[in-house]
Protein backbone atom coordinates (compact mmCIF):
# COMPACT_ATOMS: atom_id res chain seq x y z
CA UNK A 1 0.00 0.00 0.00
CA UNK A 2 1.70 3.35 -0.72
CA UNK A 3 -0.40 6.95 -0.79
CA UNK A 4 1.25 10.38 -3.04
CA UNK A 5 2.74 11.90 0.07
CA UNK A 6 4.91 8.67 1.00
CA UNK A 7 5.56 7.29 -2.42
CA UNK A 8 6.38 3.72 -1.71
CA UNK A 9 6.91 3.47 1.75
CA UNK A 10 4.91 0.30 2.70
CA UNK A 11 2.80 0.47 6.26
CA UNK A 12 5.40 -2.18 7.25
CA UNK A 13 8.08 0.87 6.89
CA UNK A 14 5.56 3.94 8.50
CA UNK A 15 7.50 3.40 11.87
CA UNK A 16 10.51 3.69 11.10
CA UNK A 17 8.88 6.91 9.18
CA UNK A 18 7.98 7.96 12.13
CA UNK A 19 10.83 7.69 14.07
CA UNK A 20 13.28 9.47 11.07
CA UNK A 21 10.77 12.64 10.87
CA UNK A 22 11.08 12.58 15.27
CA UNK A 23 14.74 12.21 14.56
CA UNK A 24 14.53 15.30 12.27
CA UNK A 25 12.48 17.54 14.77
CA UNK A 26 14.24 16.42 17.61
CA UNK A 27 17.41 17.74 16.15
CA UNK A 28 15.67 20.95 14.99
CA UNK A 29 14.13 21.46 18.39
CA UNK A 30 17.28 20.90 20.30
CA UNK A 31 19.23 22.96 18.34
CA UNK A 32 17.18 25.65 18.61
CA UNK A 33 17.10 24.97 22.45
CA UNK A 34 20.94 25.05 22.64
CA UNK A 35 21.28 28.22 20.83
CA UNK A 36 19.48 30.01 23.46
CA UNK A 37 21.21 28.95 26.51
CA UNK A 38 23.87 30.70 28.47
CA UNK A 39 26.97 30.22 27.51
CA UNK A 40 28.04 29.41 31.54
CA UNK A 41 25.60 26.27 31.27
CA UNK A 42 27.08 25.10 27.67
CA UNK A 43 30.47 25.38 29.20
CA UNK A 44 29.90 23.32 32.11
CA UNK A 45 28.69 20.58 29.96
CA UNK A 46 31.78 20.99 27.97
CA UNK A 47 34.36 21.13 30.56
CA UNK A 48 32.64 17.53 31.72
CA UNK A 49 33.24 15.87 27.94
CA UNK A 50 36.72 17.68 28.23
CA UNK A 51 37.64 15.46 31.24
CA UNK A 52 36.30 12.44 30.02
CA UNK A 53 37.95 12.70 27.07
CA UNK A 54 41.36 13.12 28.87
CA UNK A 55 41.25 9.58 29.96
CA UNK A 56 40.40 8.03 26.75
CA UNK A 57 42.19 5.99 24.76
CA UNK A 58 45.44 8.47 23.33
CA UNK A 59 43.74 11.38 24.31
CA UNK A 60 43.89 14.87 22.77
CA UNK A 61 43.95 17.61 24.66
CA UNK A 62 42.42 20.98 24.09
CA UNK A 63 41.03 23.83 25.96
CA UNK A 64 39.02 26.80 24.50
CA UNK A 65 41.30 29.53 23.50
CA UNK A 66 41.24 33.37 24.14
CA UNK A 67 39.84 35.47 21.16
CA UNK A 68 42.22 38.07 19.70
CA UNK A 69 41.16 41.57 18.69
CA UNK A 70 41.80 40.22 14.89
CA UNK A 71 39.47 37.18 15.71
CA UNK A 72 35.96 36.86 13.79
CA UNK A 73 33.23 37.39 16.68
CA UNK A 74 31.48 34.35 17.38
CA UNK A 75 34.07 31.73 16.40
CA UNK A 76 36.03 29.51 18.57
CA UNK A 77 38.95 28.75 18.99
CA UNK A 78 41.30 25.96 20.25
CA UNK A 79 44.40 25.42 21.85
CA UNK A 80 46.45 22.81 22.62
CA UNK A 81 47.05 21.30 26.66
CA UNK A 82 50.24 19.81 26.88
CA UNK A 83 50.88 16.49 27.76
CA UNK A 84 53.70 13.91 27.76
CA UNK A 85 51.17 11.37 26.23
CA UNK A 86 53.65 12.08 22.85
CA UNK A 87 57.12 12.28 21.55
CA UNK A 88 59.10 15.66 21.26
CA UNK A 89 59.34 14.80 17.39
CA UNK A 90 54.96 15.05 17.13
CA UNK A 91 54.88 18.16 19.15
CA UNK A 92 55.11 20.07 15.59
CA UNK A 93 52.02 18.01 14.03
CA UNK A 94 49.87 18.77 17.43
CA UNK A 95 50.47 22.73 17.13
CA UNK A 96 50.28 22.14 13.02
CA UNK A 97 46.69 20.46 13.83
CA UNK A 98 45.46 23.15 15.94
CA UNK A 99 46.46 26.03 13.46
CA UNK A 100 44.26 24.19 10.81
CA UNK A 101 41.31 23.43 13.69
CA UNK A 102 40.97 27.12 14.32
CA UNK A 103 41.79 28.05 10.35
CA UNK A 104 38.66 30.39 9.46
CA UNK A 105 39.07 29.59 5.35
CA UNK A 106 41.28 28.12 2.66
CA UNK A 107 43.60 31.25 3.16
CA UNK A 108 44.62 30.94 6.46
CA UNK A 109 45.56 27.19 5.86
CA UNK A 110 47.21 27.78 3.07
CA UNK A 111 49.26 30.51 4.88
CA UNK A 112 50.69 27.57 7.27
CA UNK A 113 52.73 26.38 4.56
CA UNK A 114 53.34 29.32 3.25
CA UNK A 115 51.40 29.27 0.47
CA UNK A 116 48.69 32.40 -0.75
CA UNK A 117 45.08 32.38 -1.81
CA UNK A 118 43.97 34.28 -4.98
CA UNK A 119 40.11 34.77 -4.53
CA UNK A 120 38.23 35.06 -8.48
CA UNK A 121 34.72 35.54 -8.54
CA UNK A 122 32.96 33.41 -11.53
CA UNK A 123 29.60 34.78 -12.58
CA UNK A 124 27.53 31.80 -14.07
CA UNK A 125 25.17 32.52 -16.59
CA UNK A 126 22.31 32.20 -14.35
CA UNK A 127 23.46 34.96 -11.93
CA UNK A 128 25.26 33.24 -9.41
CA UNK A 129 28.39 34.31 -8.01
CA UNK A 130 31.26 31.72 -7.38
CA UNK A 131 34.52 31.97 -5.52
CA UNK A 132 36.88 30.38 -7.34
CA UNK A 133 40.71 30.05 -5.48
CA UNK A 134 43.70 29.89 -7.15
CA UNK A 135 46.98 28.88 -5.24
CA UNK A 136 49.99 30.56 -5.82
CA UNK A 137 53.37 31.37 -4.15
CA UNK A 138 54.84 34.22 -4.32
CA UNK A 139 58.34 33.51 -2.93
CA UNK A 140 58.74 30.00 -5.10
CA UNK A 141 61.29 30.04 -7.39
CA UNK A 142 59.96 26.41 -9.00
CA UNK A 143 59.20 27.46 -12.37
CA UNK A 144 55.47 26.72 -14.26
CA UNK A 145 55.36 24.12 -16.43
CA UNK A 146 52.26 25.69 -18.35
CA UNK A 147 49.50 23.49 -17.52
CA UNK A 148 46.65 24.17 -15.45
CA UNK A 149 45.07 21.87 -12.67
CA UNK A 150 41.46 22.45 -11.80
CA UNK A 151 40.27 20.68 -8.76
CA UNK A 152 36.36 20.40 -7.51
CA UNK A 153 35.40 19.17 -4.30
CA UNK A 154 32.32 16.88 -3.20
CA UNK A 155 28.99 16.99 -1.56
CA UNK A 156 28.39 19.24 1.16
CA UNK A 157 32.39 20.66 1.05
CA UNK A 158 34.15 23.44 -0.17
CA UNK A 159 37.41 23.95 -1.80
CA UNK A 160 38.57 23.26 2.00
CA UNK A 161 38.89 19.64 1.58
CA UNK A 162 41.77 20.16 -0.25
CA UNK A 163 44.57 21.66 2.12
CA UNK A 164 43.33 19.83 5.64
CA UNK A 165 46.37 18.04 5.92
CA UNK A 166 49.19 17.84 8.39
CA UNK A 167 52.08 16.74 6.28
CA UNK A 168 52.44 19.30 3.24
CA UNK A 169 52.76 17.02 0.38
CA UNK A 170 49.48 14.94 1.49
CA UNK A 171 47.67 17.88 -0.11
CA UNK A 172 47.31 17.17 -3.22
CA UNK A 173 46.91 20.96 -4.14
CA UNK A 174 50.58 21.59 -2.84
CA UNK A 175 52.11 18.77 -4.81
CA UNK A 176 50.70 19.92 -8.22
CA UNK A 177 52.04 23.76 -7.38
CA UNK A 178 55.60 22.28 -6.60
CA UNK A 179 55.42 20.11 -9.50
CA UNK A 180 54.98 23.34 -11.64
CA UNK A 181 51.17 23.06 -11.92
CA UNK A 182 49.42 26.21 -11.88
CA UNK A 183 46.44 25.24 -9.72
CA UNK A 184 43.16 26.00 -9.30
CA UNK A 185 40.11 25.06 -6.64
CA UNK A 186 36.56 25.53 -7.76
CA UNK A 187 33.50 26.02 -5.48
CA UNK A 188 29.79 24.75 -6.08
CA UNK A 189 26.81 27.51 -5.44
CA UNK A 190 25.58 27.19 -2.01
CA UNK A 191 28.89 26.32 -0.18
CA UNK A 192 30.67 28.72 2.11
CA UNK A 193 32.24 30.95 -0.64
CA UNK A 194 29.46 31.00 -2.95
CA UNK A 195 26.43 32.04 -1.36
CA UNK A 196 25.33 35.34 -3.43
CA UNK A 197 23.15 35.63 -6.37
CA UNK A 198 22.06 38.96 -8.35
CA UNK A 199 18.68 38.71 -8.32
CA UNK A 200 17.91 36.06 -5.15
CA UNK A 201 18.41 36.55 -1.24
CA UNK A 202 20.57 33.76 0.00
CA UNK A 203 17.83 32.81 2.48
CA UNK A 204 15.24 32.59 -0.39
CA UNK A 205 13.57 29.18 -1.66
CA UNK A 206 14.63 30.41 -5.09
CA UNK A 207 18.45 30.49 -3.98
CA UNK A 208 18.44 27.13 -2.84
CA UNK A 209 16.43 25.71 -6.00
CA UNK A 210 19.42 23.89 -7.28
CA UNK A 211 20.87 20.33 -8.19
CA UNK A 212 23.60 18.82 -9.76
CA UNK A 213 21.80 19.93 -12.88
CA UNK A 214 22.60 23.38 -11.99
CA UNK A 215 26.47 22.07 -11.27
CA UNK A 216 26.51 20.39 -14.34
CA UNK A 217 25.09 22.81 -17.05
CA UNK A 218 26.12 25.90 -15.30
CA UNK A 219 29.08 25.86 -12.53
CA UNK A 220 31.09 23.63 -14.13
CA UNK A 221 31.46 24.90 -17.90
CA UNK A 222 31.03 28.86 -16.84
CA UNK A 223 34.30 28.13 -14.10
CA UNK A 224 36.32 26.23 -17.10
CA UNK A 225 35.71 28.71 -19.25
CA UNK A 226 37.07 31.30 -16.61
CA UNK A 227 40.14 29.46 -15.74
CA UNK A 228 40.87 29.24 -19.12
CA UNK A 229 40.56 32.56 -20.08
CA UNK A 230 42.60 33.73 -17.16
CA UNK A 231 45.53 31.78 -17.85
CA UNK A 232 45.13 32.30 -21.48
CA UNK A 233 45.57 28.01 -21.82
CA UNK A 234 43.73 26.14 -24.16
CA UNK A 235 43.12 23.31 -21.76
CA UNK A 236 43.09 21.78 -18.70
CA UNK A 237 43.13 18.83 -16.26
CA UNK A 238 40.27 18.28 -14.21
CA UNK A 239 40.37 16.45 -10.61
CA UNK A 240 37.09 15.41 -8.62
CA UNK A 241 36.66 14.35 -5.73
CA UNK A 242 33.32 12.08 -4.96
CA UNK A 243 30.63 14.54 -6.24
CA UNK A 244 32.52 16.99 -8.07
CA UNK A 245 34.00 13.46 -10.70
CA UNK A 246 30.01 13.44 -11.33
CA UNK A 247 29.50 17.09 -12.21
CA UNK A 248 31.99 16.99 -14.41
CA UNK A 249 30.97 13.69 -16.15
CA UNK A 250 27.42 15.13 -16.29
CA UNK A 251 28.72 18.12 -17.66
CA UNK A 252 31.04 16.79 -20.85
CA UNK A 253 28.01 14.81 -21.43
CA UNK A 254 25.56 17.82 -22.27
CA UNK A 255 28.30 20.23 -23.15
CA UNK A 256 30.12 18.66 -26.05
CA UNK A 257 32.00 22.07 -26.03
CA UNK A 258 34.20 20.81 -23.16
CA UNK A 259 36.12 18.17 -24.75
CA UNK A 260 38.61 20.63 -26.25
CA UNK A 261 39.08 22.67 -23.42
CA UNK A 262 39.45 19.66 -20.49
CA UNK A 263 42.07 17.60 -21.67
CA UNK A 264 41.43 14.32 -19.24
CA UNK A 265 39.46 13.78 -15.84
CA UNK A 266 40.80 12.60 -13.03
CA UNK A 267 38.12 11.30 -10.79
CA UNK A 268 38.77 10.36 -7.13
CA UNK A 269 36.15 8.29 -5.22
CA UNK A 270 33.54 9.24 -8.37
CA UNK A 271 29.97 8.78 -7.14
CA UNK A 272 27.56 8.69 -10.01
CA UNK A 273 25.26 5.60 -9.06
CA UNK A 274 25.93 4.57 -5.07
CA UNK A 275 24.87 1.50 -4.05
CA UNK A 276 22.71 3.43 -1.88
CA UNK A 277 22.62 4.26 2.15
CA UNK A 278 23.10 1.57 5.14
CA UNK A 279 20.92 2.85 6.88
CA UNK A 280 17.51 1.50 6.41
CA UNK A 281 15.64 4.52 8.26
CA UNK A 282 17.21 6.90 5.66
CA UNK A 283 16.80 4.27 3.11
CA UNK A 284 13.28 5.14 3.14
CA UNK A 285 14.19 8.42 2.03
CA UNK A 286 14.99 6.80 -0.80
CA UNK A 287 11.56 5.54 -1.59
CA UNK A 288 9.48 8.84 -0.64
CA UNK A 289 8.23 11.60 -3.14
CA UNK A 290 10.48 14.70 -2.74
CA UNK A 291 7.25 16.10 -0.87
CA UNK A 292 8.50 14.10 1.82
CA UNK A 293 12.09 15.15 2.12
CA UNK A 294 10.95 18.78 1.68
CA UNK A 295 8.58 18.50 4.74
CA UNK A 296 11.28 17.10 7.00
CA UNK A 297 14.37 19.48 6.21
CA UNK A 298 12.57 22.24 4.26
CA UNK A 299 13.54 23.31 0.69
CA UNK A 300 16.28 25.47 1.52
CA UNK A 301 19.62 24.81 2.92
CA UNK A 302 20.51 21.08 4.28
CA UNK A 303 21.42 20.38 7.91
CA UNK A 304 22.58 24.25 8.89
CA UNK A 305 22.36 23.26 12.70
CA UNK A 306 26.03 21.49 11.68
CA UNK A 307 27.58 24.83 11.99
CA UNK A 308 26.12 25.48 15.52
CA UNK A 309 26.94 22.22 17.11
CA UNK A 310 30.15 22.51 15.51
CA UNK A 311 31.16 25.77 16.75
CA UNK A 312 29.91 24.30 20.26
CA UNK A 313 31.05 21.36 20.70
CA UNK A 314 34.12 20.26 21.73
CA UNK A 315 36.55 19.08 18.59
CA UNK A 316 37.11 15.26 19.90
CA UNK A 317 32.87 14.38 20.10
CA UNK A 318 32.05 16.15 17.23
CA UNK A 319 34.67 13.95 15.06
CA UNK A 320 33.10 11.11 17.16
CA UNK A 321 29.86 12.42 15.84
CA UNK A 322 31.08 12.58 12.29
CA UNK A 323 32.28 8.48 12.39
CA UNK A 324 29.27 7.53 14.43
CA UNK A 325 27.02 9.12 11.46
CA UNK A 326 29.26 7.71 8.53
CA UNK A 327 29.70 4.57 9.96
CA UNK A 328 25.48 5.22 10.04
CA UNK A 329 24.75 6.06 6.78
CA UNK A 330 27.62 4.70 4.63
CA UNK A 331 29.39 1.77 6.90
CA UNK A 332 32.56 3.82 7.09
CA UNK A 333 35.15 3.11 9.72
CA UNK A 334 37.60 5.54 9.17
CA UNK A 335 40.80 3.47 10.49
CA UNK A 336 43.10 4.88 7.63
CA UNK A 337 42.28 8.22 8.81
CA UNK A 338 44.72 9.17 11.89
CA UNK A 339 42.86 10.22 15.21
CA UNK A 340 44.89 13.99 14.93
CA UNK A 341 44.07 14.21 10.84
CA UNK A 342 40.58 14.43 11.45
CA UNK A 343 40.68 16.72 14.44
CA UNK A 344 42.11 19.41 11.73
CA UNK A 345 40.12 18.10 9.08
CA UNK A 346 36.44 17.41 9.94
CA UNK A 347 36.75 20.74 11.01
CA UNK A 348 36.36 21.43 7.33
CA UNK A 349 34.34 18.99 6.34
CA UNK A 350 30.95 20.82 6.22
CA UNK A 351 29.89 23.53 3.81
CA UNK A 352 26.07 24.32 2.81
CA UNK A 353 24.49 22.82 0.20
CA UNK A 354 20.50 22.69 -1.49
CA UNK A 355 18.13 20.03 0.10
CA UNK A 356 17.17 19.53 -3.38
CA UNK A 357 20.72 18.59 -4.42
CA UNK A 358 20.61 15.37 -1.96
CA UNK A 359 16.47 14.65 -2.98
CA UNK A 360 18.62 14.59 -6.73
CA UNK A 361 21.15 11.89 -5.02
CA UNK A 362 17.91 9.55 -3.48
CA UNK A 363 16.48 9.63 -7.12
CA UNK A 364 19.37 8.64 -8.75
CA UNK A 365 20.33 5.84 -6.31
CA UNK A 366 16.81 4.69 -6.11
CA UNK A 367 16.66 4.46 -10.03
CA UNK A 368 20.13 2.91 -10.31
CA UNK A 369 20.55 5.61 -13.53
CA UNK A 370 22.52 8.44 -13.62
CA UNK A 371 19.82 10.64 -14.65
CA UNK A 372 18.62 14.58 -14.02
CA UNK A 373 16.17 15.71 -11.40
CA UNK A 374 12.77 14.83 -12.09
CA UNK A 375 10.13 17.49 -10.56
CA UNK A 376 7.51 15.08 -10.97
CA UNK A 377 6.24 12.29 -8.36
CA UNK A 378 7.05 8.49 -9.70
CA UNK A 379 2.64 8.14 -10.17
CA UNK A 380 2.75 10.65 -12.94
CA UNK A 381 4.15 8.10 -15.35
CA UNK A 382 6.86 10.66 -16.53
CA UNK A 383 10.08 9.60 -17.57
CA UNK A 384 13.48 10.93 -15.83
CA UNK A 385 16.08 12.13 -18.35
CA UNK A 386 19.25 10.46 -18.23
CA UNK A 387 22.63 11.93 -18.40
CA UNK A 388 24.38 10.77 -21.97
CA UNK A 389 27.52 9.55 -20.60
CA UNK A 390 28.70 7.56 -23.66
CA UNK A 391 29.03 10.95 -25.42
CA UNK A 392 31.93 11.59 -22.98
CA UNK A 393 35.00 12.14 -25.26
CA UNK A 394 37.81 13.28 -22.99
CA UNK A 395 40.23 10.66 -21.37
CA UNK A 396 38.86 9.41 -18.04
CA UNK A 397 40.84 7.68 -14.90
CA UNK A 398 38.79 6.56 -12.05
CA UNK A 399 40.62 6.08 -8.80
CA UNK A 400 38.08 4.12 -6.19
CA UNK A 401 38.39 2.47 -2.72
CA UNK A 402 37.17 -1.24 -2.79
CA UNK A 403 35.77 -0.31 0.37
CA UNK A 404 33.71 2.38 -0.56
CA UNK A 405 30.16 1.88 -0.12
CA UNK A 406 29.29 4.73 -2.52
CA UNK A 407 31.22 3.68 -5.39
CA UNK A 408 29.43 0.93 -7.73
CA UNK A 409 32.48 0.97 -9.81
CA UNK A 410 30.46 -2.14 -11.91
CA UNK A 411 27.59 0.22 -12.69
CA UNK A 412 29.99 3.05 -13.15
CA UNK A 413 31.83 1.26 -15.97
CA UNK A 414 28.82 0.14 -17.84
CA UNK A 415 28.20 3.96 -17.94
CA UNK A 416 31.18 5.49 -19.28
CA UNK A 417 33.29 4.91 -22.51
CA UNK A 418 35.14 1.70 -22.14
CA UNK A 419 37.94 2.96 -24.66
CA UNK A 420 38.58 5.86 -22.68
CA UNK A 421 38.09 4.94 -19.44
CA UNK A 422 40.71 3.63 -17.10
CA UNK A 423 40.41 2.37 -13.67
CA UNK A 424 42.84 1.96 -10.31
CA UNK A 425 41.23 0.21 -7.25
CA UNK A 426 42.69 1.01 -3.44
CA UNK A 427 42.46 -1.71 -1.65
CA UNK A 428 40.67 -1.35 1.75
CA UNK A 429 40.00 1.96 1.60
CA UNK A 430 37.40 3.97 1.76
CA UNK A 431 35.87 7.45 0.82
CA UNK A 432 37.60 9.90 2.70
CA UNK A 433 40.88 7.98 2.85
CA UNK A 434 41.66 8.95 -0.51
CA UNK A 435 42.29 12.37 0.23
CA UNK A 436 42.60 12.31 3.98
CA UNK A 437 44.22 8.91 4.22
CA UNK A 438 47.50 8.17 6.14
CA UNK A 439 48.83 6.87 3.17
CA UNK A 440 46.83 8.98 0.18
CA UNK A 441 50.25 9.91 -1.52
CA UNK A 442 51.07 6.40 -2.12
CA UNK A 443 48.10 4.61 -2.96
CA UNK A 444 46.73 8.05 -4.94
CA UNK A 445 48.54 10.92 -5.74
CA UNK A 446 51.38 8.64 -7.45
CA UNK A 447 49.10 7.70 -9.65
CA UNK A 448 47.63 11.14 -10.12
CA UNK A 449 50.99 12.77 -11.05
CA UNK A 450 51.54 9.54 -13.53
CA UNK A 451 48.08 10.36 -14.95
CA UNK A 452 49.66 13.72 -15.68
CA UNK A 453 52.77 12.47 -17.55
CA UNK A 454 54.99 12.84 -14.69
CA UNK A 455 57.45 9.91 -13.33
CA UNK A 456 57.81 8.86 -9.24
CA UNK A 457 57.76 11.21 -6.60
CA UNK A 458 59.34 8.81 -4.93
CA UNK A 459 62.69 9.83 -2.74
CA UNK A 460 65.11 7.67 -4.02
CA UNK A 461 64.52 8.67 -7.18
CA UNK A 462 63.95 11.97 -7.43
CA UNK A 463 67.49 13.48 -8.03
CA UNK A 464 67.35 11.38 -11.05
CA UNK A 465 64.21 13.00 -12.73
CA UNK A 466 65.07 15.86 -15.00
CA UNK A 467 61.19 16.79 -14.96
CA UNK A 468 61.40 17.21 -11.44
CA UNK A 469 62.79 19.81 -9.37
CA UNK A 470 63.72 20.04 -5.58
CA UNK A 471 61.09 20.05 -2.94
CA UNK A 472 60.77 22.89 -0.92
CA UNK A 473 63.71 23.19 1.88
CA UNK A 474 63.35 24.18 5.73
CA UNK A 475 64.46 27.32 5.06
CA UNK A 476 62.47 28.16 2.21
CA UNK A 477 65.31 28.46 -0.11
CA UNK A 478 65.16 26.32 -3.60
CA UNK A 479 67.78 24.26 -5.37
CA UNK A 480 67.46 22.97 -9.41
CA UNK A 481 67.53 19.21 -10.31
CA UNK A 482 71.22 17.67 -9.84
CA UNK A 483 72.38 21.27 -7.71
CA UNK A 484 73.98 20.41 -4.51
CA UNK A 485 71.57 20.98 -1.34
CA UNK A 486 73.55 23.81 0.85
CA UNK A 487 74.74 22.40 4.03
CA UNK A 488 71.62 21.33 6.68
CA UNK A 489 69.23 21.28 3.73
CA UNK A 490 67.14 18.64 3.42
CA UNK A 491 67.53 15.94 1.29
CA UNK A 492 64.11 13.89 0.39
CA UNK A 493 60.98 14.47 0.40
CA UNK A 494 60.18 13.23 4.01
CA UNK A 495 62.21 15.97 4.86
CA UNK A 496 59.87 18.36 3.15
CA UNK A 497 56.27 17.38 4.30
CA UNK A 498 56.18 19.43 7.55
CA UNK A 499 56.84 22.85 7.03
CA UNK A 500 57.87 25.00 10.11
CA UNK A 501 54.55 26.41 11.85
CA UNK A 502 53.42 29.57 11.40
CA UNK A 503 51.54 31.51 14.37
CA UNK A 504 47.36 31.14 13.35
CA UNK A 505 45.63 33.81 12.79
CA UNK A 506 42.70 32.60 14.28
CA UNK A 507 43.12 33.35 18.04
CA UNK A 508 45.00 30.11 19.49
CA UNK A 509 47.28 30.10 21.90
CA UNK A 510 49.32 27.57 23.14
CA UNK A 511 50.53 26.09 26.63
Known sequence: MAIPLLGRISIREWPLFIISLSLAWLEYVSSLITSLLPAPIIQIFTSGITLFYRFSAEPINLIKGVSDSDNISGTTTYKYLDSDTHGDVEDEKYHLMIDVLNAPDIQ???????????????????????????????????????????????????????????????????????????????????????????????????????????????????????????????????????????????????????????????????????????SKLLDILLKASPSLVYLIFSRRVLLPSVLLWQRLMYPPLFDSLIDASNYFLFNWKSLNIQKMQKIASYAHLYSPTSVKCVVHWFQVISSKKFQMFQDSDSMSGSNPIYYPLKNIKTPIHIIYGDSDSLVDIDVMKSQLPSDSTTVHRVHGHEHLDNIWGHDAKEEVFEHVIQYLGETSFNASNIKTKKSYLQFVTADEDYVRDGEEAVSGQASTVEDFVISHRKPSTGGSVFV
Open 108 to 278: HMCSLFGYNIESHIVKTTDNYLLTLHHLVRPESHIPRNGKVIYLHHGLLMSSDIWVTMLERHLNLPYLLHDLGYDVWLGNNRGNKYSQKHLFYKTNSEKFWDFSLDEFALFDIPNTVDYILNSTSSKQLTYIGFSQGSAQCFASMSVNPELKDKIDQVIAISPATTPHGLY
